[in-house]
């Protein structure tokens, strides 16, 4: 274990071999040695990210999402251009320069929309855009780069291509890939990530994963938990485990050294502490939520979420906190990619 952790060059036994660990010391290994490479190469500092969702209009079907469209038992919402464009800078205000933009697959917003949202926060402020809005065109990817954007969160989800058609059936695996191809080409930061415990994943897919993350070396990664969602066909399903979870961010930050890895709202949404222990096995990054109070409960992709009641200000000084209680510090820049090949482009 030790050699392959000091270099990150894992093989696929290596990956699989780890995923297995079971016994409680190897696993305080594991995790151990993700939080040594991310103090190595990332340092103490935690980034923080804003997250914005802006719309729960979804034309997709993923069997996992609570804000899959057949599900008519949500109230959905947009947030109309400027209120976005407000809260982006007001944000910038209270010193948080950067903001993850997320929606479901909305059409609403067209290429020109986004844009021009992208510009308007640009001109106004020095605040790090990242989008989230699932699969569009190259067009559209291109337009928004020129508006400004700089990073692009698309989770791979499954980076094996029959349980990506099994989550996703009205979805292109091929197509997911050519879009992360097209982000990373036009200059974007590029976040991929997955579910773990999702129905139908075994530890050969996790495997497949972390090879993915190994090959695809991207500017982020997000792991999480499934968390089965009672409007969707996986209602009775299990819930990802949490030691797995972290199995696979240790795994991640092995494999990528300098990535940003979030300690997802998900993970701390099936365990109280479960996002310091993220922060313990790797994570880097923490995504409070900024939606208005008025839509947030609306945006429920699985049940339970995470600070869906409270104040945002109360959010961002409880994760302050958090955050220095485990000995860390909160990162006061944009937190760019530290990806070097991101200097040349
Ligand atoms: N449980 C856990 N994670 C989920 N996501 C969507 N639905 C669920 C769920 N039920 C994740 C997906 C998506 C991200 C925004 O949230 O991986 O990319
Ligand atoms: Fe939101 Fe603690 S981080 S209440």
Redesign the pocket.
Known sequence: MDKCIKSGDMSRDDIVYLLNLDNDSDVARLLKAGDEVRKANCGDAVQIRALIEFSNICARQ?N????RSPNSKVTRYRMPPDEIVELAVYLNGKGLKTVVM?SGEDPYYTGEIIADIVRRIKASTDTAITL?VGERPYEDYKLWKEAGADRY???H?AANRDLFKHLHPDCDFDNRIRCLHWLRELGYQVGA???VG?PGQTIEHLADDIEFLRDFQPDMA?I??????PD?P?ANEST?MVQMTLKMVALARIVTRDALLPA?T?IGSIEEMGREMALEAGADVVMPNYTPLKYRENYE???NKRCITEDPEQCHSCMRLRIQAIGRTVSTDQGHSRKSFQAAL
């Open positions: 993923c996992y999402c609570g804000l997320q989230c969160l698309l989770r989800e990530g997955c579910m999702s997000g999480g938990p499934f968390i089965p969602h969707t996986y990802g997802t998900a992709i699985y049940p």
